[in-house]
């Protein structure tokens, strides 16, 4: 069965550093997300982005986060200036969603990146 | 807005108990509920899923059914086994965008 993958599984930077979190979605997906879950705690919607732009976004995905799709399999997630609240479990999600019932269609989620900011 | 709440945890049982994890949400329209599970370590992985009203979703011994009239969608499980031990998320999702919004997680841990 298809998956999406993420890499790394574990990142360490210090805080003011950029960081680039990976994923390949599964590729007949349209639809691409982005969660994160703080260790123990809920988890929290960041962006989503279809068609090459970003279709929603949350209070937490400020000017220090952005998204790329940079070619027809990636899609990956930048944040510029690090800051130890960013330490947490990146989730990368994408889905079919298309058509009239758009709104069946489950996520699929990759592993996870492990951030970690000290 | 939308919202989903759980029943907190963590939840502690025996093998072969029985197993209910309270959900209920409040939501726009007809809302779409899900289960998700998270192994240690790992992502999350779609349980279950339902989409209208009265339907049961299952899987792997787990069953939910959408009730549209009490807006809960609780999560059981007749006999528990070790392998059961993860965290649980509820979730629900409305919008063309295909957002999920989930709960906190209920985490379970299965004793032999």
């Known amino acids: 069965e298809p998956e999406v993958t993420q890499t790394p599984s574990h990142q360490v930077t210090q805080m003011g550093q950029e960081v680039i979190l990976r994923c390949v979605p599964i590729?007949?997906?349209?639809?691409f997300y982005w969660y994160r879950q703080i260790l123990g705690q809920k988890v929290e919607f960041l962006v989503s982005f279809y068609n090459n732009e970003i279709s929603e976004k949350s209070e937490i995905f400020d000017d220090q986060f952005s998204v790329e799709r940079p070619d027809g399999s990636n899609f990956t997630l930048k944040i510029r200036s690090t800051k130890l609240e960013d330490s947490a479990m990146y989730f990368c999600?994408?889905?079919?969603?298309?058509?009239?019932?758009?709104?069946?269609?489950?996520?699929?989620f990759g592993n996870g990146t492990r951030l970690t900011v000290t | 807005g939308n919202s989903v709440t759980q029943m907190e945890g963590p939840v502690t049982l025996s093998e072969e108990a029985f197993l209910t994890i309270n959900c209920t949400y409040t939501a726009t329209g007809y809302p779409s509920l899900f289960w998700y599970v998270q192994y240690p370590g790992e992502g999350l992985q779609l349980l279950l899923k339902a989409t209208k009203a009265d339907d049961k979703g299952s899987n792997k011994g787990f069953e939910a059914t959408y009730r549209k009239e009490t807006t809960s969608f609780h999560l059981e499980k007749g006999s528990v086994q070790v392998s059961d031990s993860a965290v649980y998320f509820c979730?629900?999702?409305?919008?063309?965008?295909?957002?999920?919004?989930f709960g906190d997680g209920t985490t379970l841990t299965v004793k032999p």
């Open positions: 999600a994408s889905n079919r969603n298309t058509g009239v019932l758009s709104y069946n269609s489950p996520l699929h």
């Open positions: 979730a629900l999702h409305n919008t063309n965008a295909g957002k999920s919004t």
């Open positions: 590729s007949n997906h349209l639809y």
